[in-house]
């Protein structure tokens, strides 16, 4: 399985940003898609994921400001990211699993300024 990020870059306080990711291979139609990120020094957390069937979870961190979305027809994930935060600067990861199954995107570098 691959997956290909897309989107982020560089942006102000309260701005916003926008990241895709798109799965190819062989993937279960059941899976759990999301993101995850690092910042420097930090461990890897959790931000946003959502289920195939619709269900999403968020770090208490960025509720209300970010939405993980997808479409399974093109097994892709999209992070809308608003009323971004310089604690939000971060390599960001796209996920997918299902099973004992965990792949990771190349990762992005998503960096907000004050």
């Known amino acids: 399985v691959q997956l290909v990020e897309s989107g982020g870059g560089l942006v102000q306080a309260g701005g916003s940003l926008r990241l895709s990711c798109a799965a190819s291979?062989?993937?279960?139609?059941?899976?759990?898609m999301g993101w995850y990120r690092q910042a420097p020094g930090k461990q890897r957390e959790q931000v946003a994921v959502?289920?195939?069937?619709?269900?999403?979870n968020y770090a208490d961190s960025v509720k209300g400001r970010f939405t993980v979305s997808r479409d399974n027809a093109k097994n892709t994930v999209y992070l809308q990211m608003n009323s971004l935060k310089p604690e939000d600067t971060a390599v960001y990861y796209c996920?997918?699993?299902?099973?004992?199954?965990?792949?990771w995107g190349q990762g992005t570098q998503d960096t907000v300024s004050s």
């Open positions: 959502i289920s195939s069937n619709g269900f999403a």
């Open positions: 291979g062989s993937i279960s139609s059941t899976n759990v």
């Open positions: 996920n997918i699993q299902w099973g004992a199954y965990r792949g």
